[in-house]
């Protein structure tokens, strides 16, 4: 553990906050992909898997566990709740989410370190992880204007990944043979994805204007 690490747990664990904040104080879940949320909730429920079979500690399972149970929450809201899954917008949520998942299923069938079912499902997660976004922001692309709520935990989501970066600098140089490549590449990729985003929401932050991205 480090203070990257430690920063980029928090951070995640806000955006999440900020879209459960949301979604329960105004019973609504515009703006908000239900695409992406249910890419989420497959990461985690693949990547996972060792809290049945390896304990590391009670941080790590504490925060495994809010995971789990908070992307099956949003997710049970946004389908099921009376108010909220009416202010879903299934209209504009068309991506089409199996041009992700089947060429992250076969990269990490090729592309693994350890040809065990627990190590595919788990770099499965990692490929998966760094395109989930892409419904989200897709869908933002799309509206019109977009709440502050909604662009706050975008910019979080996306920051938590970005202090991972500064985590995995700060470990290759401070431990010992620390390599990972496939975390690594996703990780970048993923970031990546969220730049032309951090570019409109510091924007529109800074001129005090609605954030808005262009179609």
Known sequence: MNIFRLAGDMTHLLSIILLLLKIQGERSCRGISLKTQELYALVFACRYLDLFTSYISLYNTVMKLVFLGTSFSIIYYMRYHKFV????????????????????????????????????????????????????????????????????????????????????????????????????????????????????????WRNHERLKLPA
């Open 85 to 204: 899954r009416a202010t879903y917008d299934k209209e504009q949520d068309t991506f089409r989410v199996g041009f992700l998942v089947v060429p992250c299923a076969v990269l990490a069938l090729l592309i693994n370190h350890e040809w065990t079912l627990m190590e595919i499902l788990w770099t499965f997660s990692i490929y998966l992880e760094a395109v989930a976004i892409l419904p989200q922001l897709v869908l933002l692309q799309r509206t019109s204007n977009i709440d502050n709520m909604t662009g706050n935990y975008v910019f979080f989501l996306g920051m938590y990944r970005s202090l991972y970066i500064l985590n995995w600098i700060y470990r290759y140089f401070t431990e010992i043979r620390y390599r990972q490549w496939i975390v690594w590449v996703s990780g970048v990729i993923q970031t990546a994805l969220y730049c032309d985003f951090f570019y409109y929401y510091i924007k529109a």
